[in-house]
């Protein structure tokens, strides 16, 4: 039974995160917001926002290694997972974007995330340093962002807003205003719902088994609030677009060491379990300097590679089980 609780408060997750995102979009639309803020603010934060609440709940329930698991095995996950499962339906090509200053910043934000966490808590001042960084990040991208749509303008005439709405989730310029309060009133009573659930199961699930928390956070938390991400790749893969997968995974990754954490450490303290400074933290970065060469050397993501990353990550689960 508790299995199924963990499933069904994973699922309320999923389902409000995303009720959530579409509400938001659309409010954000048409109250006059463009939609490239939009897209670097509002979905950035509404697609993380299970992380955030199971953070937020874990963090204030006393069980911090599953917010602290959460966050780092999604980090490993999207990377190992994420990317290794659509390598095997189809290549990649990463040549065809350029992921070069995200990559940096993601690297960044590890290596900074790394250096407070042998602080030995992730408490207040941790958090503004990590919410602070990441205001910084999205000032960069946004400006970077507003480059790029100038420069595309003076290719081709009439670009506005209205063209980014194709590539925005979640956006529909004709959803009705009862529509839009509707999603957002699911996502808004769903997220603590699905996040009280998926906590107090988990936690159950580890006492019972005799399990670390901080392994229930790494492994069943953090494949689940994973899913998301890996399903839209998989499509991406089997309708040849999975060439922007690469950069949805860093920036997800970024957005959970410097947002989700930065915001739940302002909640409560997060200790941090020796287990991270020793292994997983090291495991995360990594599977982060993987990446070097499908972001420098624009290397495509193979089967071959595939393969080789999800092989590192059963490894990675079976070690912490042994």
Do not use: C
Not at 64 to 83: K, R
Not at 133 to 157: C, S
């Amino acid at each position: 039974m508790v299995w199924l609780m963990a499933a069904l408060g994973l699922v309320i997750l999923l389902f409000a995160g995303d009720a959530l995102v579409k509400g938001a979009v659309n409010l954000a639309l048409r109250v006059g917001i463009p939609a490239l803020i939009v897209s670097l603010t509002i979905v950035a934060f509404g697609t993380s926002a299970p992380e955030l609440l199971i953070s937020v709940k874990a963090a204030l329930d006393g069980v911090p290694g599953i917010a602290m698991g959460n966050v780092v095995g999604s980090n490993t996950a999207n990377i190992l997972l994420v990317l290794g499962i659509p390598a095997l339906i189809a290549v990649m090509h990463t040549a065809e974007h350029d992921t070069r200053k995200s990559f940096v910043v993601m690297i960044a934000a590890s290596v900074l995330f790394i250096a407070l966490a042998f602080r030995g808590v992730f408490d207040w001042i941790a958090g503004l340093v990590l919410l602070g960084a990441l205001a910084l990040a999205l000032a960069d991208m946004f400006r970077d962002a507003r480059k790029h749509k100038a420069a595309a303008a003076l290719v081709a005439e009439g670009i506005d807003d209205s063209d980014d709405l194709d590539d925005l989730e979640g956006a529909d310029p004709d959803m009705p205003w009862w529509k839009i309060i509707l999603f957002l009133v699911l996502g808004l009573i769903g997220l603590p719902i699905g996040a009280d659930i998926l906590v107090d199961s988990a936690t159950v699930i580890a006492r019972t088994f005799g399990i670390s928390e901080t392994v229930i956070g790494l492994t069943l938390v953090a494949v689940g609030t994973s899913m998301p991400e890996l399903a839209t790749t998989v499509m991406a893969a089997i309708r040849r677009q999975a060439d922007v997968a690469l950069g949805n995974v860093i920036g997800s990754n970024f957005f959970n060491l410097l947002g989700i954490i930065g915001i739940a450490s302002l909640v409560a303290p997060i200790p941090v379990d020796q287990q991270f400074l020793t292994l997983d933290l090291w495991v995360m970065l990594a599977a982060s300097l993987l990446l070097i060469p499908f972001v420098f050397l624009r290397q495509n993501i193979g089967r071959v590679w595939g393969i080789i990353l999800i092989a590192l990550y059963v490894a990675y689960v079976w070690s912490m089980f042994l």
